[in-house]
């Protein structure tokens, strides 16, 4: 089955600066893969996401790249700001029947002001 | 938060008792799933739904049943509950027309 990782596991960047979370998956039919923040106390909210027949996305100062010969997708944020801070989850799955998640273990950024 | 409710939202219970969590969406979409969180693995899978009645195991669903007689409500019931099993439990939906899954906001269930 698919096995997806997270790198890293905690990231602490200053204020207006860039941050870049790192995802690899195993399973080469894996074509959609989301991004998801999370606060505290609350549930997973989709950020942003990709799909295998595009190599990037972006939205406003988030962005994602897609890999899939390295099998390997990655979270840019730009011009952080404080309300960035959140534990992000990356997760891969086919888009064919019930769409089965498999998400990594998560990243914990800190915005420093 | 795309019309889901999840209750208890907390729950502390020991081991070896029956423990049934409810998700319900008010929006009468197909798919519904059940996931686990814990520290150092995200979130993992435990059942999931695509119909009333229609349902099938995830990666951790080992000690989980769940059932759906009704679109809105999806439920997962630990038969015997175990130390291991205490976590943060969250549910989600996804209609069928898009690729998002939309998270409830958890239930806290510690087992002692």
């Known amino acids: 089955g698919e096995n997806v990782e997270q790198h890293p596991s905690t990231l602490s960047v200053q204020e207006g600066d860039s941050a870049v979370i790192k995802c690899t998956y195993s399973d080469s039919a894996s074509n959609y893969f989301p991004w998801y923040k999370q606060e505290l106390g609350k549930g997973p909210q989709l950020i942003i996401d990709i799909r295998s027949n595009v190599g990037e996305k972006k939205d406003q100062r988030i962005a994602v790249t897609l890999n899939k010969t390295a099998k390997h997708f990655s979270l840019h944020i730009t011009e952080t700001q404080p309300e960035d801070s959140a534990v992000y989850f990356c997760?891969?799955?086919?888009?064919?029947?019930?769409?089965?998640?498999?998400f990594g273990q998560g990243t914990r950024l800190t915005i420093n002001p | 938060d795309a019309g889901i409710t999840q209750s208890p939202r907390h729950k502390v219970t020991e081991t070896g008792t029956p423990v049934t969590l409810r998700c319900h969406q008010t929006e009468n979409h197909r798919y519904m799933y059940w996931y686990r969180q814990d520290p150092g693995h995200g979130l993992r899978l435990i059942h999931y739904?695509?119909?009333?009645?229609?349902?099938d195991k995830g990666e951790v669903s080992d000690g989980y049943s769940v059932s759906r007689s009704k679109t809105e409500d999806f439920l997962l019931t630990l038969e015997s509950a175990t130390s291991s099993q205490t976590s943060v439990y969250f549910c989600?939906?996804?209609?069928?027309?898009?690729?998002?899954?939309?998270f409830g906001p958890g239930t806290r269930l510690t087992v002692l």
């Open positions: 997760a891969a799955s086919d888009r064919e029947g019930a769409q089965k998640l498999v």
């Open positions: 739904s695509y119909g009333v009645k229609d349902t």
């Open positions: 989600a939906i996804r209609p069928a027309s898009t690729d998002t899954q939309y």
